[in-house]
């Protein structure tokens, strides 16, 4: 097939040998290369690679006597801090495969995500520590190990946490299947343990709505993430090794995992690990840890330019900012160069694309060629191409179509679902198996990729898809409801808000009551992040001539009240 891309390249290579062994290997050889250098930033507590590579041995270990051993599913339900990456790479040393979960999920969320990829070990933080309780009612664990922020904490830091905010949680339990972090490490003996692994063997479990908007377990393999974190280094074309990152990115999401932590650290960089983002922490963050690179959705960014928490900061030690996980507006991508220009950055805001059955971005905007609109140029050794919607037949230049991509980075499987992963992977033409992306696109005659939309209904809210059909069946299951449509609404900061539209049952009060108990519903069976944030009651709903809710209809009318303000 013909390749543009490749003549915009400029110093990229075309071209990448990839490592044969798994994640771990890649960055315990990075830590074995450079042990006084910094791996990881935790509320202001250094971890050299040394320390991190001991860790990650201590931790390993510690599984080990727990009997975790290689094929076994384990969950982390945790926000971006060192436990996290500690008991990532242990479990990837056993050849665990490792199921990353957002800790702000629902009850009845985390019960699905343990049971459908048969997951009997969970850690977590002790501030959720009441609602896995909940969830064991339903899905009960062999091991439920409770960590802390003040597990990765010294000193003064250490004391006032658990002054301040651990007096705040609820009081732990004594149980069989219990255990606290340091009793959980004490298992682990003197004796290291390592199972080879295979850049092809599953290494960890992300999940996504995927094509249908249901929750699937995307496996991934060592070799998925070994291969974005070389790429995403080339497509920098700028130092790496021995610089620093801010990863406010969660590693519950493939944009996190894969750039701000995996390839930070095969890379010999530093990760500023950001439990959860809020803009004047972050913003304090950058001022004082003064990183090299950040990677952020639009919604980040936007936060960022209407702060004035940024005001006088030096961004002057910028070598990349990164966009991904939501389409970066014209406005916005103007707006955050004029931002970053203005306090000393010499770079631009950096678009790329990609999705989470490839890890993570798998186009790039290329450095110093920009074309607007444009969400870049493919990564070595990745293959795009826009086929006509349903087929496999490619289209040519400038015509729209699905954006179908092929590589190194692309998903095993959807976990125990062959019908699905048939229909998102799909053998071409050629004999190679191509990646369905469900995304609307094009390529102009140079390769540059254009994003337009996404073929199924979904809402990305702050970078995370939220699928309507998920909200309306809990919705829908409500017993005061008759039918109910969601949609995404734009929001200046989000990108998208979701809102549900409501016809009560015959007899039902469409007052604030109702209002307040289906919100509390909503949380129990829906992420926090993915609840509907406002609620209109109907008569009735809008619908199609073969009777189908018109979504687009209201779609339409928020969008021209969005237009009128």
Known sequence: MKRPWLEHYGSVPHHLEYPAGSMSDAVLGTAAKHPRWAALSFMGKTVSYADLARRIKETARAFRG???????????????????????????????????????????????????VESRTLVTLHQFYEKLMKVQTEYPLEHLIIT???????????????????????????????????????????????????????AVLLFSGGTTGVNKGILLSNGNFNAPALQTEAMCNRPVAGKRMLA?????????LGVCVHTVLAAGACSILVPRFNVKEYAALIKKEKPNYIAGVPALYEALTR????????????????????????????????????????????????????????????????REGSIGLPYPDMDYKICKVGTTEEVPYG??????????????EYYGRPEETAEALQIHADGRKWLHTGDLGLMDADGF??????????????????????????????????????????????????????????????????????LAYCKTYIARYACPRKLEFRGELPKTLV??????VLE??????????
Request: charged letters at 25%; hydrophobic letters at 35%; proline letters at 5%.
């Open 66 to 116: 727990l009997g975790i051993r290689k094929g076994d599913r384990v969950t982390l339900c945790l926000p971006n801090v060192p436990q996290t990456v500690y008991c990532l790479y242990a479990l990837n040393e056993l050849g665990a495969v490792v199921s990353l979960i957002h800790p702000l999920s629902a009850e009845k969320e985390i019960v699905f995500f343990l049971s459908e």
């Open 148 to 202: 802390d922020i003040d597990d990765a904490l010294t000193g003064i830091k250490k004391i006032g946490y658990r002054l301040t905010i651990k007096g705040n949680f609820p009081s732990l339990q004594p149980g069989e299947n219990l255990l606290l972090w340091k009793d959980f490490l004490a298992l682990g003996g003197e004796e290291d343990h390592k199972e080879a692994m295979t850049a092809e063997e599953g």
């Open 248 to 256: 406010a990115m969660p590693m519950f999401h493939g944009f996190g």
């Open 307 to 370: 702060t004035n928490y940024m005001d006088k900061a030096d961004l002057s030690g910028l070598l990349g900012v990164f966009s991904g996980g939501d389409s970066l507006s014209v406005e916005l991508k103007r707006k955050m160069d004029r931002f970053l220009a203005e306090r000393g950055s010499s770079v631009p805001i950096r678009e790329g694309y990609g999705t989470t059955v490839c890890v993570t971005a798998s186009c790039l905007t290329p450095d110093g060629e920009e």
């Open 399 to 412: 015509e729209e179509g699905e954006i179908c991509l092929t590589g190194p980075t692309v998903m095993l």
């Open 449 to 518: 990729i254009y994003f337009r939309q996404r073929l199924k209904r979904v809402i990305v809210t702050n970078g995370y898809n939220v699928y309507p059909s998920q909200i309306e069946n809990v919705l829908d299951g409500h017993p005061k409801v008759q039918i109910s449509c969601v949609i995404g609404i734009p929001d200046p900061y989000r990108g998208q808000l979701v809102k549900a539209f409501i016809v009560p049952k015959g007899g039902v009060s469409p007052d604030e009551t109702l209002k307040e108990e289906l």
């Open 547 to 552: 009777g189908k809710v018109a979504y687009k």
């Open 556 to 565: 339409d009318e928020e969008s021209r009240k969005s237009q009128s303000v």
